[in-house]
Nanobody, 116 residues
Framework: QVQLVESGGGLVQTGGSLRLSCAAS????????MGWYRQAPGKQRELVAR???????NYADSVKGRFTISRDNAKNTVYLQMNSLKPEDTAVYYC??????????WGAGTLVTVSS
């Protein structure tokens, strides 16, 4: 069983920065990958960024060059550094973990609001 706790959401102005954190805890063997998804009002949930335990990353085209995902495997924590934020980035951001032999787990979400 895995619990994911997100933090770092909040209100920021256009062009500002924010860093999201997600820490995984519980009883598990290993986590293959962790990522961030977001759901904006009226839209479906979409992948923002994902990172494997080996460090491979992928990003949504809309955030490339602005967001950076990183992972501290020793702490089972994933981060999302968000720079040059736009109002279009406003969404609930969800942390996800792909857990070996246990499937996928989701955090409760943290709200990011970018004001224009």
């Amino acid at each position: 069983q895995v619990q994911l706790v997100e933090s770092g959401g909040g209100l920021v102005q256009t062009g500002g920065s924010l860093r999201l954190s997600c820490a995984a805890s519980g009883i598990f063997f290993s986590i293959n990958a962790m990522g961030w998804y977001r759901q904006a009002p009226g839209k479906q949930r979409e992948l923002v960024a994902r990172i494997t335990s080996g460090g491979s990353t992928n990003y949504a085209d809309s955030v490339k060059g602005r967001f950076t995902i990183s992972r501290d495997n020793a702490k089972n924590t994933v981060y999302l550094q968000m720079n040059s934020l736009k109002p279009e980035d406003t969404a609930v951001y969800y942390c996800a973990a792909e857990v070996v032999a246990a499937g996928d787990y989701w955090g409760a979400g943290t709200l990011v609001t970018v004001s224009s």
